[in-house]
């Protein structure tokens, strides 16, 4: 599907997107308590993904028609061999649900897109260590043996995925586990929402200082009635385009919220935009945008919008320590630096960030290289453009966003679609 989108200014109201970050956790451990309900999940694609793996490795996990997770009490004894376990193209169902598969029992993982192909040498290394089978071959990856309590040894310049991974499987062993990162510890933000989750169904996980987490063993994940919060990181594009436009609210955002991407705040801020954030909202005006430098290491999923509107800034934007964004759903360092250009922005590609140095833009011919979030920084890129753009591939935002291009119409968005 080609969206095709006509410049204008974008204001209003909308709802934030429910969380696709806090989605995969609350039902994760929703699945391993058993009789839980999880609120406002959604039907982004990478959540789907999630549910049907739990389900996959034994789990009594289902969504609703409104959008909730049921979970029921997991079954007294699991098949020998759990089915074959698809993750679709979702990197957080994978790096989950891998700890959680190494239970004894054999387990064949798969994928769409580039999603094997992504860094898991933190599991390949532990999985060495202590004898289990870990084994990729013609798209499909093999897991095979019983995880062991102990002390677990991660670079704290990958994904948090891996901590995560590990929060969610450590806990039940039978003995304590220490999870150490090698400083500096990079998403921070996210692997404090994992021990939220956590402690919110009875299990007691916490930072000991700022590079180690310690794990109590043999405990229980306990029932829990939750919901999930609005997400930034989806909101983060409806703001800016409420700061290129007329002016952007968006509703249903915890403003104490754990997510790193509320950062979007300070940096619109940075940008000279004008910024208002209310109890449970936040609100966008327009200003004269100028280039930033941006850390990347703690907000990477808000690079490709913090690029679209350093293109549309005065002066050069550069971000830096980005370099993590070369191995997602396309390698989104690459994929902006191109699309920008096409669109007449000044930008240079470098190892770990990009150097953009903006302007006006032009209407082009663009490609969401498959990427969710490529596809609506471009959506943001193409409301400020002068004439019009389409992008390919549109409807992968349903990856985490399924509402996005309705919520871009509600806004005054001028978009068509075509067969393509």
Same mark, same amino acid.
């Given at each position: +599907? ?15 997107? =429910? ?13 391993? %308590? ?14 789907? #993904? ?22 029921? @009490? =997991? ?21 989950? #649900? ?15 897109? $580039? ?13 060495? +260590?202590?004898?289990?089978?870990? /084994? ?18 991660? =670079? ?14 450590? =806990? ?20 404090? +929402? ?5 402690? !919110? ?34 909101? /983060? ?11 952007? $609210? ?16 300070? !940096?619109? $801020? ?5 910024? @208002? ?10 200003? %004269? ?23 549309? %800034? ?9 370099? !993590? ?34 302007? $006006? ?23 400020? #453009? ?8 549109? %409807? ?21 679609? +075509?067969?393509?």
């Amino acid at each position: +599907m080609i969206a095709r989108i006509r410049p204008g200014n974008l204001a209003g109201t909308i709802a934030a997107a =429910p969380s696709k970050s806090y989605a995969h956790r609350w039902a994760i451990a929703a699945a391993l %308590a058993g009789d839980s309900v999880v609120e406002n999940a959604g039907f982004a694609e990478d959540v789907e #993904a999630t549910i049907g793996a739990m389900h996959a490795l034994g789990y009594r996990l289902r969504r609703e028609d409104d959008g909730r997770i049921v979970s029921a @009490a =997991p079954l007294p004894d699991r098949p020998q061999d759990a089915s074959a376990i698809d993750c679709g193209e979702s990197g957080s169902t994978l790096r989950f #649900a891998l700890p959680l598969a190494m239970d004894g029992r054999r387990h064949v993982f798969a994928g769409r897109g $580039r999603l094997l192909e992504r860094p898991l040498a933190p599991y390949k290394a532990i999985a060495d +260590m202590q004898g289990i089978v870990f /084994a990729a071959s013609e798209g499909r990856l093999t897991v095979e043996g019983r995880l062991q309590a102990g002390r677990f040894e991660l =670079p704290g310049d990958v994904s948090s995925q891996f901590v995560s991974g590990l929060l969610f499987a450590l =806990p039940t062993l039978e003995v304590p586990s220490t999870i150490a990162i090698a400083p500096p510890v990079e998403s921070r933000a996210y692997i404090d +929402m994992t021990l939220d989750v956590l402690a !919110r169904f009875g299990v007691e996980a916490a930072w000991k200082d700022g590079c180690t987490i310690e794990v109590s063993g043999s405990q229980r994940w306990r029932p829990a009635h939750v919901a999930v919060e609005g997400d930034w990181s989806n909101a /983060a594009f409806f703001v800016a385009v409420g700061v290129l436009g007329g002016g952007v $609210r968006v509703e249903g955002l915890r403003d104490s919220s754990l997510q790193g991407d509320r950062a979007i705040i300070e !940096r619109l $801020r940075d940008m000279g935009a004008i910024v @208002a954030v209310e109890s449970g909202a936040v609100g966008a005006m327009p200003g %004269a945008l100028r280039g930033i430098d941006a850390d990347a290491s703690q907000i990477p999923d808000l690079v490709p919008v913090l690029a679209a509107l350093g293109a549309c %800034a005065t002066g050069v934007t550069r971000i830096r320590n980005a370099a !993590r964004l070369r191995h997602k759903e396309s390698d989104r360092l690459a994929a902006m630096a191109c699309e920008l250009r096409k669109m007449g922005a000044g930008v240079e590609e470098l190892v770990g960030g990009l150097t953009i140095t903006g302007g $006006r833009l032009h209407g082009a011919a663009l490609s969401a290289h498959g990427d969710h979030r490529i596809a609506m920084a471009l959506a943001v890129a193409a409301t400020a #453009a002068e004439g019009e753009s389409t992008i390919d591939d549109a %409807a992968c935002v349903a990856k985490s966003a399924p509402g996005f291009w309705t919520d871009f119409r509600t806004l005054g968005g001028k978009v068509e679609f +075509m067969e393509g």
